[in-house]
């Protein structure tokens, strides 16, 4: 895929692999985020699920860190630029921040699964940017930090929505409030990353290993899974029961389907079509 990118980058694993890497790629600023990174996040993610070739995503940070939170130049740049009139200013800057959470929101929206590989830093943005993806792995030197409060901002995007669904009201309030630090090992403990790697080498084997594996499995189950999932997040069991049912009646008699009872039968490995 052609990388057309500023602070991202776009790699396959190899020519015949469904897993693709997304990368933040500002390692010279910790991969902060700037403004720029909100407009481009989701043109990737689209261009990434509209490909049949692309199975799952990976998405990981260069350099040292994962993500060291949003960009404060590009912020203060923002808000100082608004105007004498606070009422307009005051819209101008809920745009801006609908857009940027919008950005991130399109995590979830992408069809293809997303999985977090975290190393190092992840700091503020960063934490609300790994609450969207759907599976999250980290490394044993990756520590993470709610760091909002401690800039004067309320977390606006995404974290203090997600995050207590993951860890616990309980534990989400407290980490927000105090934005301490804390490591990957705890981090497991709260049930934030599903599993700690002993280095970041270690990291990215084991997530291409689970990468390769969910690539592997049909794909209209996997994207139906993911959907159902975030969507009955919202959703009381009954609603939730009632929205599976209907998804499944318009997809689960598929080839997939046909594939995969077949290669059961015949103990071989299930070839599926490309979504």
Known sequence: MEDKYGTLKITQ?????GVFNLIINRPSVSNALSLGFFSELPKALTALDQNPNVSIIVLSGSGNHFCGGLDLKSLAGFVNGGSA????????????????QDAITAIERCRKPVIAAIHGECRGTGVGLVTACDIRYCSKDAFFSVKEVDVAITADLGTLQRLPGII??????ELSLTARRFSGDEAKELGLVSRV???REELMKGVLTIAEGISGKPPLAVVGTKAVLIRSRDLNVEQGLDYVATWNSSMLLSDDLTQAISAQIHKRKPTYAKL
Request: charged share 25%; glycine share 16%; net charge positive.
């Open 13 to 17: 694993e190899s020519s015949t692999s």
């Open 85 to 100: 009139d606070h009422g307009r200013t005051g819209e101008r800057l809920r745009r801006q921040i609908k857009f940027m």
């Open 168 to 173: 616990g009201f309980g534990n989400a309030m």
């Open 197 to 199: 790697f002993g280095s």
